[in-house]
T-cell receptor, first 112, second 108 residues
Framework: SQTIHQWPATLVQPVGSPLSLECTVE??????LYWYRQAAGRGLQLLFY??????ISSEVPQNLSASRPQDRQFILSSKKLLLSDSGFYLC???????????FGPGTRLTVL | KNEVEQSPQNLTAQEGEFITINCSYS?????LHWLQQHPGGGIVSLFM???GKKKHGRLIATINIQEKHSSLHITASHPRDSAVYIC??????????FGKGTKLSVKP
C-alpha cells in the first residue's frame, strides 16, 4: 500500500533562518507531488506541484522553493524565512492520470 | 471573490441531526473533492466526484455541474464527525483550489 511521510512534524525557526521540509512517498511510482500551505485562519493554498523528477511548477511567487531530486521525494526549502511563512505545510501525491490526492500528516511551522 | 465558496463557515449540530455543507465554484473543473481535516491537521480525502452523487456510509456528496454547486450531507451525525470539511475543485493541470472550510461541531 502507498504511504506518504513528512518531517519534521513541528518546527520553530527564527526569522531569517533556512528551511528544509521533506516529503517521501512509498508504494507507488511516478506520482504527481504537491506542496500546500495553510496559514492561520485561511484556506489551503497550492505552493508547488511536480509531475516528474526535476519538474517543478510554482503557483505563488514567494521566498520558498521546491525540488524533486528523486521520483518519490519532494523538498520544500527557503534560504531566509519570513514571519509570514508560518503555517501548516502539507505534502500530497496523486497517481498519474487520477485526481484523488492523498495527504501527508503535515508540518506545523512557526517562524518567530 | 474566491473561486470556491463554502457555507456555512461554522456549524454546530446536535448528535443525530442531518447536516448539509454547501460549496459553490466559479471556474471550470475536472472534478470536485470533499476533504476532512481533523483537529490535529491531518487531511483525509472523502469524495472525488464529477457528476451525480456518491455515498460512503453516512456521508453523501452531490454535484450539479450546470449550477456549479456541490453539497456534502452527513446523516445521523455523531460527535466523531466534528472536523473541518473542505471543498476543493480540481483543475485540468491536476492542482486543487480550496474553499476555506466549514468547521463542524457535533454535540452529544
Amino acid at each position: 500500500s502507498q504511504t506518504i511521510h513528512q518531517w519534521p512534524a513541528t518546527l520553530v525557526q527564527p526569522v531569517g533562518s533556512p528551511l528544509s521540509l521533506e516529503c517521501t512517498v512509498e508504494g507507488t511510482s511516478n506520482p504527481n507531488l504537491y506542496w500546500y500551505r495553510q496559514a492561520a485562519g485561511r484556506g489551503l493554498q497550492l505552493l508547488f506541484y511536480s509531475v516528474g523528477i526535476g519538474q517543478i511548477s510554482s503557483e505563488v511567487p514567494q521566498n520558498l522553493s521546491a525540488s524533486r531530486p528523486q521520483d518519490r521525494q519532494f523538498i520544500l526549502s527557503s534560504k531566509k524565512l519570513l514571519l509570514s511563512d508560518s503555517g501548516f505545510y502539507l505534502c500530497a501525491w496523486s497517481a498519474l492520470g487520477t485526481g484523488t490526492q492523498y495527504f501527508g500528516p503535515g508540518t506545523r511551522l512557526t517562524v518567530l | 471573490k474566491n473561486e470556491v465558496e463554502q457555507s456555512p463557515q461554522n456549524l454546530t449540530a446536535q448528535e443525530g441531526e442531518f447536516i448539509t455543507i454547501n460549496c459553490s465554484y466559479s471556474v471550470g473543473i475536472s472534478a470536485l473533492h470533499w476533504l476532512q481535516q481533523h483537529p490535529g491537521g491531518g487531511i483525509v480525502s472523502l469524495f472525488m466526484l464529477s457528476s451525480g452523487k456518491k455515498k460512503h456510509g453516512r456521508l453523501i456528496a452531490t454535484i450539479n455541474i450546470q449550477e456549479k454547486h456541490s453539497s456534502l450531507h452527513i446523516t445521523a451525525s455523531h460527535p466523531r464527525d466534528s472536523a473541518v470539511y473542505i471543498c476543493a475543485v480540481g483543475r485540468s493541470q491536476g492542482n486543487l483550489i480550496f474553499g476555506k472550510g466549514t468547521k463542524l461541531s457535533v454535540k452529544p
